[in-house]
Nanobody, 119 residues
């Protein structure tokens, strides 16, 4: 099994910062990609940022410059640094990993962490 544990969400005022973490564990042979998605009430889940095995990153256009994704390969952990937060960033943030494990290729999701930005 592959397990994801997210942390770092919470309540912050507009203009503030938060750092999300997602630690991956289990029978992992290789992590191909790690990413963050978010889902606001009444909206579809959307990609925030992703980072692939070679380190290349991809961001939602609207978030470039404010959010930064990074990973620690030794810890199988992905981070999302969120700066200059806005009320419209309020959502549940989900970690996603695409891995090769003992069970083959898999796509796994974290439980989600709430981020609330007050105005």
């Amino acid at each position: 099994q592959v397990r994801l544990v997210e942390s770092g969400g919470g309540l912050v005022q507009a203009g503030g910062s938060l750092r999300l973490s997602c630690a991956t564990s289990g029978s992992i042979a290789r992590i191909n990609a790690m990413g963050w998605y978010r889902q606001a009430p009444g909206k579809q889940r959307e990609l925030v940022a992703s980072i692939i095995i070679g380190g290349r990153t991809n961001y939602a256009d609207s978030l470039k410059g404010r959010f930064t994704i990074s990973r620690d390969n030794a810890k199988n952990t992905v981070y999302l640094q969120m700066n200059s937060l806005k009320p419209e960033d309020t959502a549940v943030y989900y970690c996603n990993v695409k891995v090769m494990s003992a069970y083959g290729l898999g796509d796994y999701w974290g439980q989600g962490t709430q981020v609330t930005v007050s105005s």
